[in-house]
């Protein structure tokens, strides 16, 4: 559990890294600009799944730009959404909803849900361009 804690704590200072401080977030609203920010580290600049943390962990990560292909050719934007917020009957890659790696991230930002799930739902839109024909 240490070092799972530990892995995600490094993939949160690369994602970070982009910025003048830690845990701040992003003033960009563009999905690129949140992907590569928040997602890339782990997921890579392509969505491959070859972010420069995903050697350290234990699971392999998920090939982003294939999302729509093993959902029989749609993309389940809901799912998403709550994934990337570690909301209850999302998958657990991203965190319990008690401690999600981003969702705080998203949830909570100038105390302004709204402006938070517009982060997601740009991120969304973004991991919706990615995919393969």
């Not at 003033?27 to 590569?36: I, N």
């Not at 709550?82 to 401690?99: F, V």
């Not at 991991?127 to 024909?133: A, I, N, P, T």
């Amino acid at each position: 559990m240490f070092r799972i804690h530990c892995l995600l704590m490094l993939a949160g200072t690369l994602a970070y890294a982009q910025t003048s401080s830690p845990r701040k977030l992003i003033t960009s609203m563009e999905g690129k600009d949140l992907y590569v920010a928040y997602c890339a580290s782990c997921h890579g600049l392509t969505g491959k799944g070859d972010g420069p943390v995903s050697p350290a962990l234990k699971i392999p990560m998920a090939d982003l730009r294939t999302i729509a292909k093993r959902n029989n050719g749609a993309v389940p934007k809901e799912e998403l959404e709550k994934m990337i917020l570690g909301e209850k009957g999302s998958r657990a890659a991203h965190g319990s909803e008690d401690m999600p790696v981003w969702g705080p991230v998203f949830r909570k930002v100038e105390n302004d849900r709204d402006l938070g799930l517009v982060r997601v739902r740009h991120l969304v839109d973004y991991l919706v361009s990615l995919q393969l024909k």
